[in-house]
């Protein structure tokens, strides 16, 4: 919606201060009816109308997160999910930066053209393989994760500086976040969304100009400007950092309840008998989902990069998200089901 606002595809109405999502969600739907091609063949207008209703399908997960998973040979190669079609739809670039370097010949032979997702699994497969030499391509693919935990790597900074083209507005995806992107005079930037920069009416732009994140923010004219209260702005991050979190923990646990197995559930049971039920269903799965992530942790020790779909963010904020953490688990041993 930022990058659709911007381009003055979408207006919203002046003097506007507050929007809900479920507004939001209404302002895309309108605009991809109006944004169909008028004169097209009729196949054309068969593959859009498809299209479309596939991007409506999934337009919901806009508020909370859409799975795309990346792939490390290009900044603008991601595995194809039924999310992406949105943005095709919109026509909005969609870019990531994390790219193995094709100089270091080790690294790109462990990766090849696996997707996160493929290579977290080789890892795993190939640390329980007897194969001396698959064992080793493991570590050196297990030793890229961790060496490159902020999702961006200088060879991808390159790539992404000499993709993105001037003035262009696209959407840039790292850290399982979607930011909106620009450049300007050859230099990226980030619009600033983060609710720490809420009362810094002058910070609108964020320079992405290495790998560690401390970029330089900028006014809407990009001229510098530093936030007035830097403590505030970083106590602001942190707090969505946590949020983000325990959203993602949230979601997790509304997709485990979805798959219940209401055919089991015997005819005539009380409502106390099957909150009981449903609540040992609710402890099993969450019990389960803990020690598979503890598990995986512990054959991939893969800092700052999770699963695209659970909307973590990654690096040095994991230590800071361990109390949350902690807090949504009690909350799940305590919590019951009232019927």
């Given at each position: 919606m930022n990058v659709l606002l911007l381009a003055w595809k979408v207006k919203?109405?002046?003097?506007?201060?507050?929007?809900?999502?479920?507004?939001?969600?209404?302002?895309?739907?309108?605009?991809?009816?109006?944004?169909?091609p008028k004169e097209i063949s009729e196949i054309q207008r068969l593959n859009y109308e498809q299209n479309m209703s596939d991007a409506m399908a999934i337009l919901h997960k806009l508020q909370t997160g859409l799975d795309v998973n990346v792939?490390?040979?290009?900044?603008?190669?991601?595995?194809?999910?039924?999310e992406c079609i949105v943005f095709d739809l919109l026509d909005i670039p969609l870019y990531h930066g994390w790219l193995v370097d094709p100089q270091v010949a080790d690294i790109v032979k462990a990766v090849g053209n696996c997707s996160y997702?493929?290579?977290?699994?080789?890892?795993?497969?190939?640390?329980q393989s007897d194969n001396s030499e698959l064992v080793s391509e493991?570590?050196?693919?297990?030793?890229?994760?961790?060496?490159?935990?902020?999702?961006?790597?200088?060879?991808?900074?390159?790539?992404?500086?000499?993709a993105v083209q001037e003035g262009e507005l696209c959407v840039f995806f790292r850290n399982n976040h979607f930011s909106t992107m620009t450049k300007y005079k050859g230099q990226l930037y980030?619009?600033?969304?983060?609710?720490?920069?809420?009362?810094?009416?002058?910070?609108?732009?964020?320079?992405?100009?290495?790998?560690?994140?401390?970029?330089?923010?900028?006014?809407?004219?990009?001229?510098?400007?530093?936030p007035s209260d830097p403590e505030t702005v970083y106590r602001g991050q942190q707090d969505q950092i946590d949020q983000d979190y325990l959203m993602a923990l949230?979601?997790?646990?509304?997709?485990?309840?979805q798959e219940i197995n209401w055919e089991q559930i015997p005819e005539g049971i009380s409502d106390l008998e099957l909150a009981k039920k449903l609540q040992e269903e609710e402890d099993r799965r969450a019990s389960q989902y803990y020690q598979e992530q503890e598990q995986a942790a512990a054959?991939?020790?893969?800092?700052?990069?999770?699963?695209?779909?659970s909307g973590r963010q990654s690096g040095s904020n994991e230590r800071k998200r361990k109390e949350p953490r902690?807090?949504?688990r009690e909350k799940e041993k305590n919590s019951c089901v009232l019927l």
């Open positions: 919203l109405p002046p003097m506007m201060e507050i929007i809900t999502a479920e507004q939001l969600m209404e302002y895309l739907g309108d605009y991809i009816l109006d944004a169909k792939k490390f040979t290009g900044v603008r190669v991601f595995e194809y999910t039924p997702n493929q290579l977290v699994e080789k890892i795993i497969s190939c640390k493991g570590f050196v693919a297990e030793q890229f994760l961790n060496n490159t935990a902020t999702q961006l790597t200088y060879h991808g900074l390159c790539e992404l500086t000499s980030l619009l600033v969304t983060d609710q720490g920069f809420l009362t810094e009416e002058k910070v609108v732009w964020e320079s992405l100009h290495n790998v560690d994140g401390d970029g330089n923010f900028c006014d809407s004219e990009f001229h510098l400007r530093p949230s979601l997790q646990q509304e997709q485990q309840n054959q991939v020790q893969v800092q700052g990069a999770p699963s695209p779909a902690e807090k949504e």
